[in-house]
Every structure is written in structure tokens, then in C-alpha cells.
């Protein structure tokens, strides 16, 4: 998850050149965002782009409700996607990724992980997690995302794209998680094991832990294939933990791709991150795609 050294390897990539102006993009739309993210990508129009559907919803929750976001493929009916934000939350530049996913033939619910304390977007448009105030504002919301309290969460989140209409609930579902989404999508597979057929985490942290709630814990319980995508100075940091989650999933017999991106600084996927590696981040997209295309049958 982000943190001091993640912000001071961000804050060197910056002052030698980063490509991405965060504050600028940060005024974008989900719109505006989605046609300059994906305006250079060949391979960024999918089957179903221009015929969604999308729509803010409140997905009711054991602890009150969480304003998330909904989009889909007007005709037919796909596989659920639970997507998982990092730690700056539900914004406009998850939506886009849920839409160009949706765009695949998915039916994708980004939902908002703070909601027990604050409607999103939580933090104020392009500011980062090393701006004044930020950590003070996200940290204590994203301790109450205890073990319990994010299966719990999970299953909420199930339930309701079980329920909604262009759901496939004869496919596996399928969840993404960023950041600190990485723990989360662990916990989905082991909170619904019998709903969940691939998870995908990308820079997690805080996978591999020395507490009796460590997420690579839960990997005997899940069947769910899988997808760890690893930043490079992340990998650095916590050498070893890549090596904890193979053994798990090899003892487990679960199928997992677990690699790290050279080049990547925590953070890399997401469109409006300060440290954004699109040639990486493309790569990983289309890993995910693959995992579901597999995964969710």
C-alpha cells in the first residue's frame, strides 16, 4: 500500500521527468479521462464500446451504503466484475477502467471502500496521497477495512451483482483490486469461494504478512485463478513475497501468474496516477483480460 517510501520513489520519478501531470488530470471527467487514456491505444476498443449502459447506484451494506458505480453491455448478459479502487478511492478515472472493462462484454461494479465514512470521491479531484491532508483523511477510513469487515463487504458486493440485470450468474465472477485492493481481492475469493473464479491484484500491498490475518492465507480456501501484478520497487522492498504467494498457490493447486513489471513504481496502472507506465499497464490490462477470458466460464 502507499506509504513514505512509495511517495519518495513517486516524488523522484516526478523530478526526473514523470509523464503524467496528476493535478491536470485530476479536473478530467470519467469521459474525459477514458478518451485520452485509450485514445492512443489500438487495442483499447472493445466489442461493446458505445452500446453500455452505466449508472451510479447505492449497493445496500451490513454497515450502511456504499455509492458505487455500474456499467454494462446494453444487450446480453456477462460475467460480474467486482472492482476494487486503491487508496484514493472511487473517481473518475476507475470509472473509465470499469468502462473500457465493461466495454470486453463484462458487467463491472467499482464500488466506493469508504463508504462507512464519506461519499465519493473522498479526496479532492488530482490530489495524491502525499498531499497535505490526504493520509489524514484516507488512513483512518481505510483501517476500518479490517479482515472481517472487507469479507463481509465482499459479499455484499456479490450478492448485489448476482441480483442486477446483464449478469451472467451462470459465469464465475470475477474482481480486480489496486493498491490496497490487492488484500481485497484475496479476501473476495476467500469470502465467496463458490462465486469467485479469478482475482487480479495490481501493485497490492500488504499480501504477504506476519499476522494471523495475512491475506495469502486465505489461498487453500479459493479456487479463484489468479493474477498478481508486482511494481518493481514494490518487489524491492518485500523481495521475498513473491515467493510466499507461489508456494501457496502450488501447494494449493490454484493457477497463478505472479510477476514483476520492470520499470514500475507502486501506483502504475490507474490513468491519473502520478507514476502511470502505460506500455506496463497495457500489458497487465491485457493479462487481466486473459485471466477472465479463462477464469470466468
Known amino acids: ?15 526526473t521527468g514523470g509523464q503524467l501531470n496528476r493535478r491536470d488530470f485530476g479536473k478530467l471527467s470519467a469521459a474525459g479521462i477514458f478518451s485520452l487514456y485509450f485514445a ?16 451510479d447506484v447505492n449497493v445496500p451494506m451490513p454497515e450502511g451504503v456504499s455509492d458505487s458505480f455500474f456499467v454494462r453491455p446494453a444487450e446480453g448478459t456477462h460475467p460480474g466484475i467486482l472492482m476494487w479502487p486503491d487508496i484514493r478511492g472511487l473517481r473518475p478515472a ?54 472481517e469487515a472487507s469479507m463481509s463487504d465482499a459479499r455484499a458486493y456479490i450478492s448485489f451483482i448476482d441480483k442486477q440485470e446483464g449478469v451472467d450468474t451462470k459465469r464465475k465472477i470475477g474482481t480486480a483490486g489496486y493498491c490496497m485492493g490487492g488484500p481485497l481481492i484475496m479476501r473476495t475469493a476467500g469470502a465467496v469461494p463458490e462465486r469467485v473464479g479469478a482475482a487480479a491484484s495490481f501493485h497490492g500491498g500488504g499480501l504477504v504478512t506476519d499476522q494471523d490475518d495475512s491475506p495469502h492465507l486465505l489461498i487453500p480456501t479459493s479456487p ?28 494449493a493447486g490454484v493457477p497463478a501468474e505472479i510477476e514483476v513489471y520492470e520499470g514500475t513504481l507502486h501506483g502504475w496502472c490507474p490513468p491519473d496516477s502520478s507514476v502511470y507506465e502505460k506500455v506496463q499497464a497495457e500489458k497487465a490490462w491485457s493479462r487481466m483480460l486473459h485471466l477472465y477470458k479463462t477464469a470466468l466460464v
Request: neutral net charge; hydrophobic residues 35%; glycine residues 6%.
Open 224 to 251: 479463484a485463478h489468479v493474477l498478481h501484478a508486482i511494481a518493481e520497487n514494490d518487489d524491492k522492498r518485500s523481495p521475498d513475497a513473491k515467493k510466499v504467494l507461489a508456494e501457496a498457490y502450488k501447494a
Open 1 to 15: 500500500m502507499c506509504d513514505d517510501f512509495t511517495e519518495q520513489d513517486n516524488d523522484k520519478f516526478k523530478q
Open 40 to 55: 492512443s491505444s489500438a487495442k483499447a476498443a472493445g466489442k461493446y464500446e458505445g452500446k453500455l449502459i452505466e449508472s
Open 94 to 147: 476507475f470509472k473509465a477502467m470499469a468502462t473500457r472493462l465493461a466495454a470486453e462484454g463484462y458487467s463491472v461494479l467499482v464500488v466506493n471502500p469508504f463508504y462507512r465514512d464519506a461519499k465519493a470521491p473522498v479526496i479532492d479531484p488530482g490530489k495524491g496521497f502525499g498531499d497535505p491532508g490526504v493520509r489524514e483523511t484516507v488512513i483512518p477510513m481505510y483501517r476500518k477495512l479490517t479482515h
